[in-house]
């Protein structure tokens, strides 16, 4: 039980806590929601629970991600659900937020999946691509009978993409690709790559589908982090892609940089979630394990730490809210989005480090999902713009100097 059910316990406050999940609500965050809202996050939750939790330590362990809960994901509407047409939900923001925050929960892994699929697949070719592009490749990324990867960080420093080396040049109809891309999540699996590239005219986006000659991609191996998640190199040698397969809108680096934001909101959620799974793993262990004669919990220092972390939850939930409440109505800034990005990152590796240490010997085993959470965040909090450029971000729109 996440609040105890004892005489002055929080746990008689009905409001402190989602009674379906067990999650902690300490500012009645629900009452937020609409109906709907509640509803996905209900639903999500559930397929989190039954068909996530019972697999992902397993998956970690074996480096595999997996893909056989891709259908039931897309089933479940969760790929592009912000989406008015081509068959997707036309969810809120805050709703599409809430989706990422319960995979995220399960596995950095999961949420990473469905970010790149919606928020830097089907996004830029939303935004960006013509009708065509649209037609025939959005119904088939909401299924997931295609899946997306997005090319855009490089060997030399994925911080500053703008100095990016992969180019393409025109030659007839077509464009010749040479050039390399590392750490692309999903690269192998990828039915079709979203690549940036160099023109003499400035980057570009182009559609690159898998078993065009001249592309490939390769799995990187050893990570300690991401392990339930596919990350890979993509090659491309003379690469030859028909003028139909570039994004005709897309007219600048600003065009990427535009479908980072998007990854970037659903990640400030999802670190919620994450979060949320290791403090209430800590929870559920300083009630059980008995020390020096008494629970853990007795203890003014664990009170400390499992407050701090209830905290800065509760904070980092209000942020998103908000964040969404903004792109809800088109007022987000993408400086909004580095500011939370930043903050809830660093909220969940701080609580997962926590309740990692606060777990004991236990807490470094995959029996506990802490160590699997604090492992994953040290690439979440790396890729999308790590912690010191949404810094450095923040630190422009203040001062009004850029400091990169
Ligand atoms: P800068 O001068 O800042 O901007 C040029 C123009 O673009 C606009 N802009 C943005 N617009 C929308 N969203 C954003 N995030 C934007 N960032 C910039 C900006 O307003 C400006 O517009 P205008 O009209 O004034 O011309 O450009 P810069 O070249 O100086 O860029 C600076 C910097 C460092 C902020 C940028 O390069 C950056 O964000 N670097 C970090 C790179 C990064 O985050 N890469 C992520 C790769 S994808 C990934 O990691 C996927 S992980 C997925 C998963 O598995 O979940
Ligand atoms: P670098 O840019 O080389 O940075 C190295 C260090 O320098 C960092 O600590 C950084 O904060 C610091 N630094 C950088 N600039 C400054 C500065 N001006 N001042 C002070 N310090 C600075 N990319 C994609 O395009 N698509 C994907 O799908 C994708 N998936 C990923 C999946 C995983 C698991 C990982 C780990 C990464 C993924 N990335 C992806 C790449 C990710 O976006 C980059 O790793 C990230 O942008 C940082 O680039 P870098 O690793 O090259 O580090």
Request: aromatic share 8%.
């Amino acid at each position: 039980m996440l609040w105890p059910d004892t005489g002055r316990a929080a746990g008689k406050e009905s409001h402190l806590m989602i009674p379906d999940c067990q999650t902690p609500d300490f500012m009645s965050f629900e009452e937020l929601l609409t109906d709907e809202e509640r509803q996905v996050r209900q639903t999500v939750a559930r397929f989190v629970d039954e068909r996530v939790l019972p697999i992902i330590a397993e998956c970690f362990e074996a480096g595999r991600f997996p893909i056989e809960l891709v259908p039931e994901m897309a089933a479940l509407g969760l790929f592009g659900p912000t989406f008015q047409d081509y068959g997707c939900a036309g969810l809120s923001n805050v709703a599409y937020g809430l989706i990422m925050q319960e995979l995220e929960r399960g596995d950095s892994g999961l949420r990473s999946f469905a970010s790149v699929q919606s928020g830097l697949v089907m996004y830029p070719i939303d935004r960006y691509g013509s009708d065509e592009q649209k037609q025939r490749w959005l119904p088939a990324l909401a299924q997931a009978r295609a899946i997306g990867c997005f090319g855009l960080t490089e060997p030399d420093g994925g911080s500053d993409p703008g100095t990016m080396k992969t180019h393409a040049r025109r030659v007839g109809g077509d464009w010749l690709i040479n050039g390399a891309k590392m750490w692309i999540t999903n690269g192998t699996l990828a039915d079709l790559a979203v690549v940036w590239a160099r023109t003499p005219d400035g980057v570009r986006g182009f559609l690159v589908e898998k078993g065009t000659p001249g592309y490939t991609a390769r799995d990187i191996a050893h990570k300690f982090s991401l392990r339930a998640s596919v990350t890979s190199e993509l090659f491309f040698d003379d690469c030859r892609v028909p003028e139909r397969n570039r994004l005709p809108l897309a007219d600048s680096l600003k065009a990427a940089l535009s479908c980072l934001t998007q990854a970037r909101y659903g990640i400030a959620w999802g670190a919620i979630g994450a979060a949320q799974a290791c403090y209430r793993e800590a929870l559920q262990f300083a009630h059980q394990r008995i020390l020096f004669g008494q629970p853990l919990v007795n203890k003014q220092t664990i009170q400390v730490r499992l407050a701090e972390m209830a905290r800065r939850i509760a904070a980092a939930q209000l942020l998103a809210w908000r964040l969404g409440q903004l792109k809800d109505s088109d007022r987000l800034h993408h400086t909004q989005v580095s500011l939370v990005k930043w903050n809830n990152v660093r909220m969940a590796l701080d609580v997962a480090r926590d309740a990692r240490d606060l777990l004991g010997a236990g807490g470094i085993t995959l029996e506990c999902c802490s160590i699997r959470h604090a492992m994953n965040l040290e690439s979440v909090i790396t890729y999308e713009g790590t912690e010191t450029i949404h810094q450095l971000i923040v630190g422009r729109q203040i001062t009004g100097q850029d400091a990169f």
